[in-house]
């Protein structure tokens, strides 16, 4: 069974970056599309971006746009989320999740994913 690991998570000040690291062990992710997702404290799991199986298209939530980018390594079965000019919102828990279905597409609600990583926690101060 594949499982998802995150990391890169960390403590940064406003205005930083930071680049979070989804990395797949136990089989292959690169025929599948991928997403990030986060969870503050007290709300609940919400989108951040996706990417489609070979990368082709991407797609990021609003509030990111132009701050965060998505990528994806298949060949070594790793997906990617560059965060530049954080802010102190975008502090939460950092999922990445595959979906173990052969999608054309990327997926942006959480019920299309299959399998989730641990997450890894990202703060930033003000």
């Known amino acids: 069974q594949v499982q998802l690991v995150e990391s890169g998570g960390g403590l940064v000040q406003a205005g930083g970056s930071l680049r979070l690291s989804c990395a797949a062990s136990?089989?292959?992710?690169?025929?599948?599309?991928m997403g990030w997702f986060r969870q503050s404290p007290g709300k609940e799991r919400e989108f951040v971006a996706a990417i489609s199986w070979n990368g082709g298209r991407t797609y990021h939530t609003d509030s990111v746009k132009g701050r965060f980018t998505i990528s994806r390594d298949n060949a070594k079965d790793t997906m990617y989320l560059q965060m530049n000019s954080l802010k102190p919102e975008d502090t939460a828990v950092y999922y990445c999740?595959?979906?173990?279905?052969?999608?054309?597409?990327?997926?942006?609600?959480?019920?299309?994913?299959?399998?989730w990583g641990q997450g890894t926690l990202v703060t930033v101060s003000s």
């Open positions: 136990g089989g292959t992710v690169s025929k599948y599309p």
């Open positions: 999740a595959f979906a173990a279905r052969l999608y054309s597409d990327y997926r942006t609600r959480a019920h299309d994913y299959d399998y």
